[in-house]
């Protein structure tokens, strides 16, 4: 892989609009709702989903909090079609809902806002120091180690000083049935970029990059091995 190139969201050798079927079985409902918890968008925040790919978790966020800026960048433009049709579709089934209830205060809020980029442009193509929380799901294990350090670095010139980022991804394996469990996903995206992950790299990633307070908040156990949810934020 070349520094341009990136790993599509179903993994080398599927299509994109596998990939939701699939994410899916990972107890997709529990460890998204985790991720919203620890990001808790308010209302004139700004946050950035990175490697956002067909957009699950950025229209999670805009429906927690509507009047949140919530900005999804990936590489893919296959990935952002996808994830701009679910956020219009969400828009449309929260109009009808407030219609049907009688209510006059639309619960949609209208879509996250989508960018073409890869994750260690990220301060270029959102801007540096603008951001509340950085948020990224599922992207780092696709990553070789120097482009996770990159992306590291560039989610913290783009937070604000004392932004938050939160990164659910998978994470240390720690039983043998998670390391079995996991080969599905290194057989996807190949082992070089996700064993790294396997082994435990990510809090010493994020603290290297200029992080604190990184915590392993949350591990989620999945049928394609243990996810982890890391915070910290940016001094
Ligand atoms: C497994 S998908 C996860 C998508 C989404 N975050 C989610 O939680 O469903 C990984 C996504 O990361 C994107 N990606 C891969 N390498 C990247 C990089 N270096 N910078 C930004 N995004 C990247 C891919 O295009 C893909 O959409």
Redesign the pocket.
């Known amino acids: 892989m070349n520094e341009r190139s990136?790993?599509?969201?179903?993994?080398r050798f599927a299509p994109?609009r596998l990939?939701?079927p699939v994410?899916a079985l990972t107890r997709?409902r529990l460890w998204?709702s985790l991720v919203a918890m620890h990001v808790a968008p308010r209302p004139e925040d700004v946050v950035v989903?990175?490697?956002?790919?067909?957009?699950?978790?950025a229209v999670l966020l805009k429906r927690v909090e509507p009047r949140a800026t919530v900005i999804g960048?990936?590489?893919?433009p296959e990935?952002l079609a996808v994830a701009r049709r679910k956020a219009a579709a969400a828009v449309a089934a929260g109009t009808s809902a407030s219609t049907s209830a009688s209510t006059s205060a639309s619960t949609s809020g209208g879509t996250p806002e989508w960018r073409t980029?890869?994750?260690?442009?990220?301060a270029a193509v959102v801007g540096a120091g603008t951001a509340d929380t950085v948020v990224?799901?599922?992207?780092l294990?696709?990553?070789p180690v120097p482009?996770k350090r990159?992306?590291l670095a560039a989610m913290h010139e783009t937070l604000r000083p004392g932004g938050k980022l939160v990164i659910?991804d998978y994470g240390k394996q720690r039983t043998a049935a998670m390391r079995l469990a996991f080969r599905f996903v290194q057989l996807a995206?190949g082992k070089a970029d996700t064993q790294p992950n396997a082994d435990g790299i990510l809090p010493r990633l994020i603290a290297a990059a200029g992080f604190q307070d990184v915590r392993e908040s949350e591990t989620v156990a999945t049928v394609t091995g243990s996810l982890s949810l890391y915070t910290a934020r940016r001094p």
């Open positions: 990136f790993t599509p969201a179903a993994g994109v990939y939701d994410v997709e998204r989903d990175v490697g956002c790919g067909t957009g699950s978790l960048v990936d590489p893919d990935a980029g890869m994750g260690d442009d990220l990224s799901s599922l992207v294990h696709q990553c482009m990159a992306v659910a995206d």
